[in-house]
């Protein structure tokens, strides 16, 4: 069984703090994601990587970072966090030459 | 709670009955489409899956039906139980590594 994980479940913090959000996957994928998911939108892709120091912008990088220094695990940063990014963070991934999506449960990210 | 179910459409079955979720997909290059289910406070989780070349393709309760000539997705779920209420989404993958996701539709089922 694919396990995708995610570092918290919950996590509340302040405008301007800086924000790690992390994902390990067990699968030896080469290919990870994030995506935010906010009511009465899809979900939409934050940033891509498809090898270890490799990542793609996706539809709404902005004010994000990642890290991807070891295959297992894609880091997504907030370098300065703003309300606007209270979300529900997804972390997925993905074998090459598969198309199937593995999930982690996600993070919901509250900005006060 | 969760609050990703704020908005959706709502489809409510008796428990029992078969239900049917729809999406419309808008690429047309798309050659892989997923439907996903989401639980409150959980990741989406893999349903089923079915690539261009099939119209139909049918799981354990489920059946996916593929209709490319008016990009046209359909989830039928066998049976209906309350274990099944969630939200459900379709999503679709061009050639290409990104996925386009639908809103979803929430599913309750009715004791």
């Known amino acids: 069984d694919v396990k995708v994980t995610q570092s918290s479940r919950y996590l509340v913090k302040r405008t301007g703090e800086k924000v790690f959000l992390e994902c390990v996957q067990d699968m030896d994928h080469e290919n990870m994601f994030w995506y935010r998911q906010d009511p009465g939108l899809g979900l939409r892709l934050i940033y891509f990587s498809y090898d270890v120091k490799m990542k793609e912008k996706g539809d709404i990088p902005e004010g994000y970072s990642v890290s991807r220094e070891k295959k297992e695990r894609f880091s997504l940063i907030l370098e300065s966090a703003s309300t606007n990014q209270t979300s529900m963070y997804l972390c997925a991934s993905r074998g090459t030459g598969g198309n199937e999506q593995y999930f982690g449960p996600g993070t919901r990210l509250t900005v006060t | 709670g969760e609050s990703v179910g704020l908005h959706l459409p709502t489809l409510s079955v008796q428990e029992g009955d078969n239900s049917i979720i729809n999406c419309a997909y808008s690429?047309?290059?798309?050659?892989?489409f997923i439907w996903y289910k989401q639980e409150s406070g959980k990741g989406p989780q893999f349903i089923i899956d079915i690539r261009s070349n099939m119209d139909k393709r049918q799981g354990q309760r489920v059946t996916v039906l593929l209709n490319k000539t008016v990009k046209h997705l359909s989830l039928q779920i066998a049976a209906t139980q309350p274990g099944d209420s969630a939200v459900y989404f379709c999503a679709e993958n061009p050639p290409s590594y990104k996925y386009i996701f639908g809103t979803g539709t929430r599913l309750k089922v009715l004791a």
């Open positions: 690429n047309s290059a798309s050659d892989y």
